[in-house]
Each structure stands twice: as C-alpha cells, then as structure tokens.
C-alpha cells in the first residue's frame, strides 16, 4: 500500500510542479511579446507607450517638451482596397518633436450595404516607426460602414523629441481594406464544375 501512495504522492509534485511551471510560463508570456514587437517592430505605432502618456499628459497641462528649434514634415498617404474612397484632409502637417497634433482622415463606403474594414499603417522610413507615438487611432480596429456612408477617424500623435535630427520627413500611411472578401458564406458549397 506505501509504494502506492509514494507513486501518487510523486504523480502529484510532478503535475503541481508543471502547473506552475504552465503559470509561469503564461506569465511570462506577455513581457515576451513586448520584447519581440519591439524587436520586430511589430504594433509598436498603436501602444501607449510611457512617452505617450507623459506627453498626453503634459499637454492637458502645458507641455514643455515640445521642441521648438526643430521641424519635422509628415506626409500622409493613403490606400484602398475595396469599395471605398479614403484620404486624409491634408497631404501633410510640419510639427515640433513633442507637439500633440491631430490628422483627419476620411472613408467613404461607396456600396449600397454595410461593409467591415480595417486600416493598416506603415511609416517610412522605419527608424522613425519606434518615435512616432499614436495617442488616438482607428487603425488595427474593425470599422462597420453602413451603406454610403462617409466617416471622418482622427489620427492624434506626438512625434518624440528624441527622434535623430537626419530624419527631417516621416511618411504615414493606411491601407483600409474590406475585410472577408473572398470567403465563402458559411455553409455554401463550392459548384461543381460540369464535365
């Protein structure tokens, strides 16, 4: 009877010991991630980041950061992959490294139903990507369009004070595509092709 409950006994240190050890790794999962997109530079444009928040912050209050010795150009782009027309209201703005400032974008939906969408960015040129601070952003969220349908989505940024004095120009730009084109409804079968 004693091997037993010594072989249940060690049965049950092995699986609290992988428990935890599922916990921890869960855990750890997260700081991991943050690590690998700062890496790759994978979603790096829509976080909060702590400059941020600082910088939201500190304007609400009078921000001292922004530096005024310096301008730098952002040139907004757009494209679309659908049904619809989508363009910023300025081509660009010139800013001062840890000025707030807000870009308008517009979408409209030029079908007769509603339509799912999405936005996209890129930035150019990539060394910017880590500098370019989004405050407020409609991009990485699923957009519902109803039938002609025009939205005006505001960008809300803050370009970092820290940002190396050779970039000079920043080019923002959104892909707004429909999302699910070219899936099958659920539950539709393929025709067969006569032979």
Same mark, same amino acid.
């Given at each position: %009877?004693?091997?037993?409950?010594?072989?249940?006994?060690? $049965?049950?240190?092995?699986?609290? $010991?992988?428990?935890?050890?599922?916990?921890?790794?869960?855990?750890?999962?997260?700081?991991?991630?943050?690590?690998?997109?700062?890496?790759?530079? $994978?979603?790096?444009?829509?976080?909060?980041?702590?400059?941020?928040?600082?910088?939201?912050?500190?304007?609400?209050?009078?921000?001292?950061?922004?530096?005024?010795?310096?301008?730098?150009?952002?040139?907004?782009?757009?494209?679309?992959?659908?049904?619809?027309?989508?363009?910023?209201?300025?081509?660009?703005?010139?800013?001062?490294?840890?000025? %707030?400032?807000? $870009?308008?974008?517009?979408?409209?939906?030029?079908?007769?139903?509603?339509?799912?969408?999405?936005?996209?960015?890129?930035?150019?040129?990539?060394?910017?990507?880590?500098?370019?601070?989004?405050?407020?952003? *409609?991009?990485?969220?699923?957009?519902?369009?109803?039938?002609?349908?025009?939205?005006?989505?505001?960008?809300?940024?803050?370009?970092?004070?820290?940002?190396?004095?050779?970039?000079?120009?920043?080019?923002?730009?959104?892909? *707004?595509?429909?999302?699910?084109?070219?899936?099958?409804?659920?539950?539709?079968?393929?025709?067969?092709?006569?032979?």
């Amino acid at each position: %009877m004693s091997a037993i409950a010594s072989l249940n006994r060690q $049965i049950l240190l092995k699986l609290l $010991i992988a428990a935890v050890m599922m916990f921890g790794f869960g855990y750890a999962l997260v700081p991991m991630y943050k690590a690998l997109c700062e890496v790759t530079g $994978i979603n790096v444009v829509t976080s909060k980041n702590d400059y941020g928040t600082r910088a939201f912050s500190a304007n609400k209050v009078g921000n001292t950061q922004v530096d005024y010795s310096r301008k730098v150009t952002i040139e907004f782009d757009s494209n679309s992959r659908g049904p619809f027309t989508f363009k910023p209201v300025k081509n660009y703005l010139e800013v001062h490294p840890g000025e %707030m400032t807000e $870009i308008v974008y517009e979408v409209t939906n030029n079908l007769g139903r509603s339509v799912k969408a999405q936005a996209i960015p890129s930035y150019a040129p990539k060394t910017a990507t880590e500098f370019f601070t989004k405050l407020e952003c *409609f991009c990485f969220q699923e957009q519902t369009l109803t039938a002609n349908e025009m939205r005006k989505m505001p960008v809300v940024f803050v370009i970092d004070a820290g940002l190396p004095a050779d970039v000079k120009t920043i080019t923002l730009s959104y892909t *707004f595509f429909e999302l699910g084109v070219g899936q099958q409804p659920a539950g539709s079968t393929t025709p067969k092709s006569k032979s």
